[in-house]
């Protein structure tokens, strides 16, 4: 170890390169009990950018009743233009534009979630132009995420995906349950790659394979991936959505990297779960995987001493210790940690 980082070995058959898709605001606060205040969301949301993290899921555009923690989507969007944390494909004034080449990556690109097209019509007027909706590769987690059977919920995202993509937003589709659900069990390769790739006809850029409660193993991912590829879906058009319910969120992202996948979904400090799948826990912490990815040899582009004071400051907030170990290993000894 060298000042606090890991000594970086690089292994055959890894990218060079990962681009880290932090869910830390979105996806990891929507399940807490007390609702966190806006400004320290935005405050997070920046600390976030600063630690070199260039992707970082801010909100959700869902009804209130549904997910209260999130009811001040609008404000904090406000709040982080107001504060200059205005996202790379984000245009000011609800103006209509395409994500622009020229702007500078020092800005994050902030996409958010939206569940229909009235949380699209929202988005949209407040300028964002980088959207997710949130799919499912069961009928039991559709039915109790959505209210929808599998069929209906696609049908519902179709004319989302469509105007978003005639606004020039781009657009990812998560879809979850991919390995495992706590209703139905097993869930088989086939039926994942058949939903997803329904999702990518429907014209999404991105999809994000999620094991929701954390179940899967690395033959598991093996398998939904040579799956993927048999149906001619590159590599470079998915992305992996772990949960470290039993510890296994590393050993299966690194089995992604080896099958070609280069955008990975994390969570400073470990926080988050689901409000709809009790059974998941926090999800694979940025911090433990910022370590893994610079010991191999990795670029991410992250700063992982100021991403670990990050978490020891929200952590603070939330009144408990970050569950990561990298950050509860760090926080002693890192020179930029804050209280």
């Not at 919920?153 to 781009?170: D, H, I, N, T, Y």
Request: negative net charge; hydrophobic residues 40%; charged residues 20%.
């Amino acid at each position: 170890m060298i000042d606090g980082l890991p000594m970086p070995v690089p292994a055959e058959g890894l990218p060079g390169r990962v681009r880290i898709h932090e869910v830390g605001p979105r996806d990891g606060l929507q399940n807490e009990q007390a609702t966190v205040p806006v400004e320290v969301k935005a405050e997070f949301i920046r600390r976030l950018a600063d630690a070199g993290l260039s992707t970082i899921e801010a909100t959700s555009f869902v009804h209130p009743r549904w997910v209260p923690q999130l009811a001040d989507a609008e404000e904090l969007m406000a709040l982080l233009a107001e504060q200059g944390t205005r996202g790379a494909h984000t245009t000011p004034e609800g103006a209509v534009a395409a994500p622009d080449a020229s702007v500078s990556t020092a800005a994050p690109r902030l996409p958010v979630l939206v569940p229909n097209e009235r949380g699209l019509d929202r988005a949209l007027a407040l300028g964002v132009r980088e959207i997710a909706v949130f799919g499912s590769a069961t009928e039991s987690f559709a039915r109790a995420n959505l209210n929808r059977t599998v069929d209906e919920s696609l049908a519902m995202f179709e004319p989302v995906v469509a105007r978003a993509k005639e606004a020039g937003a781009e657009v990812r589709g998560y879809l979850s349950m991919c390995f495992g659900d706590p209703w139905e069990g097993p869930v088989s390769a086939d039926q994942v790659v058949r939903v997803g790739r329904r999702l990518l006809d429907l014209g999404c850029d991105e999809l994000s394979l999620g094991d929701t409660i954390g179940v899967a193993t690395p033959g598991q991912v093996a398998a939904v991936l040579t799956g993927f590829d048999a149906a001619g879906v590159p590599a470079g058009r998915l992305a992996v959505h772990f949960h470290d319910t039993y510890g296994q969120a590393l050993a299966n992202t690194l089995t992604a990297l080896r099958h070609g996948v280069t955008t990975v979904d994390s969570s400073a400090g470990g926080l988050g779960g689901c409000p709809y799948a009790k059974s998941a826990t926090g999800n694979l912490a940025t911090e433990d995987l910022v370590w893994m990815l610079h010991g191999l040899g990795i670029e991410t582009g992250v700063d992982l001493g100021l991403l670990t004071a990050t978490s020891v400051w929200m952590a603070a907030h939330l009144g408990r210790p970050s569950p990561s170990r990298t950050v509860r290993a760090l926080a002693g000894t890192t020179s930029h940690q804050e209280q």
